[in-house]
């Protein structure tokens, strides 16, 4: 898959049509949703970037990143977040009998999120679930290791947060050698629960799904727009003015 290097990340050039046909078709497949949180933080800490880089699919998500590829590659590039990748790949899926595993979150909302599922989805292939504790990727790979190895599953989905469920999706592909796919796939599982509101797509595809998720939760995410959104503009434009 092509990539285009925007900021400091190699964001796949692709769309939420591929991703989904990638993850029902294939395996060993990691995929990291990026937007401009993710970016800015790459450019900050080598480490992250080397591990965001590393995974084979680093979706565009969020109008900016998805702005930002299209005029850096000259080609119109849309949306493609985890939210919708969720939905299109488990719908694409039930004629695959493509088979999922749920690893993060907690049991109030990942109970809510199958429940939900099982309700649109009444043939879906559910392989079981895991809530971990609030710990360090390190710690998280060390304590659940021999779980994930032997998770049946043809996708992952991994709802930690970023950075962490990155970093552990990277170190748990490595010790145990899961075939599965895995999907750094961050709120999602909220939202498909139920817990807290998606933006509509509309508004979602102006940009302005920020302000939602701001609003709802502005206490841990208010530095990630009111300080990394500005950043994201600063090295965007540093980018395209040392191109020139």
Not at 9 to 19: H, K, P, Y
Not at 139 to 149: F, G, N, P, R
Request: proline share 3%.
């Amino acid at each position: 898959m092509k990539t285009t290097k925007v900021l400091q990340t190699n964001i796949s050039e692709t769309n939420i049509n591929e991703v989904s046909n990638i993850l029902n078709s294939s395996t060993n497949q990691r995929v990291a949703i990026c937007n401009a949180n993710t970016l800015v933080r790459s450019v900050r800490n080598s480490y992250i970037k080397e591990t965001i880089n590393s995974f084979t699919i680093k979706t565009p998500d969020g109008f900016p990143v998805a702005k930002a590829l299209s005029i850096i590659s000259k080609q119109k590039f849309l949306r493609v977040d985890g939210y919708n990748v969720f939905l299109k790949t488990i719908e694409d899926g039930l004629s695959k009998n493509s088979s999922h595993y749920f690893f993060g979150s907690n049991e109030y909302i990942t109970k809510l999120m199958i429940n939900n599922l099982e309700k649109l989805y009444p043939e879906i292939q559910i392989r079981g679930y895991m809530c971990p504790e609030i710990m360090e990727p390190d710690l998280l790979v060390e304590k659940y290791k021999d779980e994930i190895k032997n998770i049946n599953a043809d996708i992952i989905w991994v709802s930690l947060g970023f950075p962490k469920q990155e970093i552990f999706i990277d170190k748990i592909i490595k010790i145990t050698k899961n075939n599965s796919n895995f999907v750094g796939i961050g709120g999602v599982f909220e939202w498909v629960a139920g817990t807290k509101k998606k933006a509509p797509e509309w508004a979602a595809n102006m940009g302005f799904e920020w302000l939602l998720r701001l609003i709802q939760d502005p206490k841990r995410l208010y530095k990630r727009y009111l300080i990394d959104n500005i950043l994201f503009v600063f090295y965007f434009l540093r980018q395209v003015f040392f191109r020139r």
